[in-house]
C-alpha cells in the first residue's frame, strides 16, 4: 500500500513523500516533504511503525526535521553516501538560503541511524524488494528507489509528470548526470512504471511523462 502526503506552501509549490507499509504495518518513507508531524500523527492513528526511511536526495525539502523519525522509531535512514555531509550542514541542503526553513541539519548524534550506500544494488526491506539507482544530477547522490513488484519508482526530483525536473539554477546540479539519469529511466523501465516525484503530481506513468516531457529533446540531440 502507499500513503502519499502532500506539503502545499503559498498554493504554488508541493512537496510529496510516500510511505509505502505492508501488512504487518512496517513502513518505508520516502522523503519527508517538511512535514515530519504530520506523517508521524497519520502512522499513530493508523498503527504504523517507520523501520526505514529512504532519501532521493539531501535538499532540505526532502529531509528536514528527519530526527522525529529517529527518535519516534528509531528508523535507519537510508541516503547516498554523496549526500550525507547535506544532512548535517545547512549550506549543503540549502536551508541556510531559504526563508522557509532557518539553517535546520540534522544533529551529528543521530549518525548511527544514517546508513549509506555508493553503488547499484539490491534490497530488501519489509519484504519489498528494491532496488537502488544512485544516479547524481539534482545533487551528487541523487537516487531512484524502484520497488520491483510494485512497479513503483521514486525519482526525487528529476522527472515530473510536465517535464523533466529542477535541472537549473541549482548549486550542485551536474547537467550532465541528470540528462543520463533521465536517460536512464527510459533504457530499464517500461511505459506502465509509475513514477513518484519529489514535487507536484506523482503515480503517472512513464508513458504519459513521455507524452510532453520536455527532455525529449536530450534524446533527439
Ligand atoms: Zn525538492
Redesign the pocket.
Known sequence: MIKVFKNIINNNKD?NSYLVYNENNEAILIDDSMIADEIIDWCTKNNIIITDILITHN?F??IYELEKFVKKYNSIIHINFNDVEGLFDANINLSAIRNEINNWQLNREYIGNVKSFMFKNEMKINNFDIVICPMGGHTPGTTFYFFKNEKMIFVG?TLFRNGYGYRENIPRVNTESFDKSIEFIYANFDNTVKIYP??NESGFTLEQAQDNLKAKALFEK
Do not use: A, I, L, R
Open positions: 512537496y535538499h525539502d526532502h526530483d519529489g514535487h
